[in-house]
C-alpha cells in the first residue's frame, strides 16, 4: 500500500522537526517537513498528508507560555486545518511532541469532551515544580484502562519506553479531581512516569526526579477520545537508535531499534 505522509510542522523557534521527520521515514512514512507560513498561504496542502506531527522546540520563542502563540496562530489562521486532522472522518492522526503537546493543550483538542465549566480549561501544562528547565532521561509506562490494547493509536503494544525529556513548562496539572478520574476512566492518561523499567502505572504522585516535573497522576501524555490525537512530553524521535540510549556501551545485548521508534511504526501501521 502507498506510504502515508506526514506533515512535520515548522514555526519559527521550531528545532527537533527534522529528527521527528527521521524518525517517520525510518518507520515507513513520507515526510515533509513545512512551515507554518506557507500552510497559511495555502490551506489546501493540508490535504496531501494523513498524519499532522508538531514536533518539540521552542515555537515562538515560547513567549507568553509554552506553545501559547503557535496554538493561537492555528486557531485564527488554520482552524480549517486543525479541524480536518482532528475531527476529520477518521483517517488521520495527529501527534505533539514536547512544544507540540503544549500547541495540543492550548488548543484544546487533547481534553475535548470533559467536563468542565464553560470557558474553563479541563487541564494545562504548567510549570515543572522546580521552576526551571529539567533534562533527563525518563522511565514511561503506558495505560490501558481504555482496553486491552489501550485507547492511544500510537501506543499499541508498547509497556514501557525509556525516553529522554527536556521542558520547563511540562506538568500536567488537572483542574479537579473530578476532570482527572473522567481522563483515566477512559484511558486517555495514557503515558506516565515510572519508578523504573520494572513498575506499573501509578496514581499517587511519584518523587522526583522519577516524575521530573510534578505532573498529576505522574501524566506524561494524554490522548483525545479516539485515541488517533496524541501529545506526550518526553521526545521519542530522540531515541530511535540503540546508540542513543546513555548506557548503550555498557549493555551486553543491544536491542535493534531505540524504544521510540515503535510509536512511529504504530502511526505508519495503523494505516494498513
Known amino acids: 500500500m502507498p506510504r502515508p505522509r506526514v506533515l512535520v510542522l515548522r514555526a519559527p523557534g521550531t ?87 503544549q500547541v495540543l493543550m492550548r488548543l484544546g483538542v487533547l481534553t475535548e469532551n470533559v467536563a468542565a465549566a464553560e470557558g474553563e480549561q479541563p487541564a494545562t501544562l504548567a510549570w515543572n515544580n522546580h521552576g526551571r528547565f529539567e533534562d533527563r532521561w525518563v522511565h514511561l509506562a ?63 504522585v511519584i518523587e522526583f526526579p522519577a516524575n521530573p516535573n510534578g505532573a498529576d497522576a505522574n501524566v506524561a501524555g494524554v490522548c483525545d477520545a479516539s485515541g488517533r490525537v496524541f501529545g506526550l512530553m518526553p521526545h521519542p524521535e530522540r531515541h530511535i537508535d540503540p546508540t542513543q540510549h546513555p548506557y548503550w556501551t555498557r549493555r551486553t545485548k543491544q536491542p535493534e531499534v531505540g524504544d521510540g521508534l515503535a510509536m512511529f511504526q504504530n502511526a505508519v501501521n495503523w494505516f494498513e
Request: aromatic share 6%; hydrophobic share 40%; with cysteine.
Open 15 to 101: 528545532n527537533c522537526d527534522e529528527e521527528t521527520a527521521y524518525a517517520f521515514e525510518r518507520a515507513g512514512a513520507e515526510c515533509e517537513r513545512v512551515h507554518v507560513n506557507r500552510l497559511a498561504e495555502n490551506a489546501a496542502l493540508k490535504d496531501r498528508y494523513q498524519i499532522l506531527c508538531v514536533p518539540g522546540g521552542f515555537s515562538y520563542g515560547d513567549d507568553i507560555a509554552a506553545g501559547r502563540i503557535l496554538a493561537t496562530r492555528l486557531q485564527n489562521h488554520l482552524a480549517d486545518l486543525v479541524d480536518t486532522f482532528v475531527h476529520g472522518k477518521g483517517d488521520r492522526l495527529v501527534l505533539g511532541i514536547c512544544n507540540g503537546m
Open 142 to 204: 503506558t495505560d490501558t484502562a481504555g482496553g486491552e490494547q489501550g485507547a492511544c493509536a500510537f501506543l499499541r503494544g508498547i509497556r514501557h519506553m525509556y525516553l529522554p525529556m527536556a521542558h520547563a513548562e511540562g506538568k500536567f496539572v488537572a483542574r479537579s479531581e473530578a476532570v482527572l478520574d473522567e481522563l483515566k476512566q477512559a484511558g486517555r492518561l495514557c503515558l506516565r512516569y515510572t519508578r523504573d523499567a520494572d513498575s506499573g502505572v501509578e496514581d499517587n
